[in-house]
């Protein structure tokens, strides 16, 4: 099942932080995060694995809560090139041999304003 | 860039016809995944190819077919072209065949169905 994310758009003025939630009924195993610009490829930002870890790039960060499989994603002091849609991708923890494959949530745009 | 290379990068034909992707993954890169993006189902698992050999699969329609070749590249084909298979089509390559590897993502390709 697609993992949900919330909110489904947010609109910010440089500076400003944001929070983007990413939350799935199934076992995870990971958690992938990226950005879209429109009409061009995702970028990769960061994936996440279960053991509740976070991870940081530049001022963008995310952590993973296994036990609610939810991920989030922290935006601090945004800048105008944050802006576009961010995905979450999960990959699900049961066994099997799927091994890579990704099911996306519906995306949450981004926008930054100056 | 991330290195993952698409062509064509547009595409626009009729309904009925009959199309052929393609996509170099990354050098080194063992892995390629094929992806549909729309507006309305958002970023959607197609099928996944591991050095040669298919892997998973998602959503994908009997009209629709893949395949990687020796030499890594992979070809996607969609037969009997419907209105509804206007979308985006990405490609993304990982090194291997395993849980939390990163999927790098090549420009897409833009299929136009009139």
């Known amino acids: 099942q697609q993992p949900v994310q919330s909110p489904q758009a947010v609109i910010l003025r440089e500076g400003e932080d944001a929070v983007i939630n990413c939350s799935s009924s199934k076992a995870l195993y990971s958690v992938h995060w990226y950005r879209q610009k429109h009409g061009e490829a995702p970028i990769f930002l960061m994936i996440?694995?279960?053991?509740?870890e976070q991870k940081g790039h530049d001022k963008i960060s995310a952590s993973f809560n296994e036990k609610k499989q939810q991920s989030s994603l922290y935006l601090t002091a945004s800048q105008l090139s944050y802006s576009g849609t961010y995905f979450c991708?999960?990959?699900?923890?049961?066994?099997?041999?799927?091994?890579?494959?990704?099911?996306f949530g519906q995306g949450t745009i981004l926008t930054v304003h100056p | 860039d991330s290195g993952v290379t698409q062509t064509p990068k547009h595409l626009i034909t009729a309904t009925g016809q009959r199309v052929t992707l393609r996509c170099s993954p990354r050098?080194?890169?063992?892995?390629v995944y094929w992806y549909q993006q729309s507006l309305d189902q958002g970023l959607q698992f197609l099928i996944q190819?591991?050095?040669?050999?298919?892997?998973a699969k998602g959503n994908i329609l009997e009209r629709f077919s893949a395949q990687q070749f020796p030499d890594l590249h992979s070809e996607l084909n969609l037969s009997s072209l419907e209105l509804g298979d206007s979308a985006l089509y990405f490609c993304?390559?990982?090194?291997?065949?395993?849980?939390?590897?990163?999927?790098?993502f090549g420009p897409g390709t833009r299929l136009t169905v009139l």
């Open positions: 991708g999960t990959e699900k923890g049961a066994g099997g041999t799927s091994y890579g494959k990704l099911t």
């Open positions: 993304a390559s990982s090194v291997g065949l395993a849980r939390a590897v990163t999927q790098y």
């Open positions: 996440l694995l279960k053991g509740g």
């Open positions: 050098s080194g890169d063992l892995s």
């Open positions: 190819y591991y050095n040669g050999e298919e892997r």
